[in-house]
């Protein structure tokens, strides 16, 4: 059974459009994760949810909305798509923060592509 | 807030050789210091981790060093085999932020 799973796979859509991306953990973790890598590779933090609860927003812009119904899904809606939105969105998962520090899990990654 | 930085960008080696990547950080209350691989189109996979009370800590063909005083830590791989090939990310985290800050990726190549 896959840990994190994220859908879709690939989003191919025009400027200007409305998408959602759908992230999915059967793990019991209480922390949620959106990543972006972009095409050089790099991979920021956008989102972190603990127990539905907005932890961190890393200055993305106000188009971009987590919403996360239960601690096991956390969604990632785009409003009025842009070219420069284009990347692979990783969702990740990882167990309650002990102060430590906890593995993360990623999702396979959307890649979406704005046209 | 936190900055790592990676070196090198790419690093080619031959098969049975040993690869080194080292990053450094900024944030000195960092305390978790993971690396990932990630295969060509997949997902980022811890491979090992160290937290700060640890000096260094060894997987295998794998280990990983810290130096919490001049913040660095570096990855070593030994005996290298093609199927190391693959982009290699540092990170670093620390108590109550809940979210990896990623150095910026070391492309490895292995030549058969």
């Known amino acids: 059974d896959t840990a994190v799973s994220q859908t879709p796979k690939y989003l191919v859509t025009q400027m200007g459009n409305d998408k959602s991306i759908k992230c999915e953990q059967n793990?019991?973790?209480?922390?949620m994760y959106w990543y972006k890598q972009d095409s050089k590779k790099f991979l920021k933090i956008m989102f972190s949810y603990n127990n539905k609860e907005l932890i961190i927003n890393e200055t993305v812009p106000n188009r971009f909305s987590p919403k996360s119904p239960d601690k096991a899904h956390l969604n990632l809606h785009i409003n009025s798509l842009e070219l420069g939105d284009s990347a692979v969105y990783f969702c990740a998962s990882s167990p309650t923060w002990w102060g430590v520090g906890n593995i993360q899990y990623f999702g396979a990654g959307t890649r979406l592509s704005v046209l | 807030g936190e900055n790592v930085e990676q070196h090198p960008s790419t690093l080619s080696v031959q098969e049975g050789d040993s690869a080194v990547i080292k990053c450094t950080y900024s944030?000195?209350?960092?305390?978790?210091f993971p690396w990932y691989k990630q295969e060509l189109g997949k997902r980022p996979q811890l491979i090992i981790d160290?937290?700060?009370?640890?000096g260094e800590k060894k997987d295998q063909r794998i280990a990983v060093t810290l130096n919490k005083t001049a913040k660095h830590f570096s990855l070593h791989i030994t005996e290298t085999q093609p199927e190391d090939s693959a982009v290699y990310f540092c990170?670093?985290?620390?108590?109550?932020?809940?979210?990896?800050?990623f150095g910026s990726g070391t492309r490895l190549q292995v030549q058969p």
């Open positions: 944030d000195s209350a960092s305390n978790y």
């Open positions: 793990l019991g973790h209480d922390t």
């Open positions: 160290i937290r700060s009370n640890v």
């Open positions: 990170a670093a985290a620390k108590a109550g932020r809940r979210a990896l800050t």
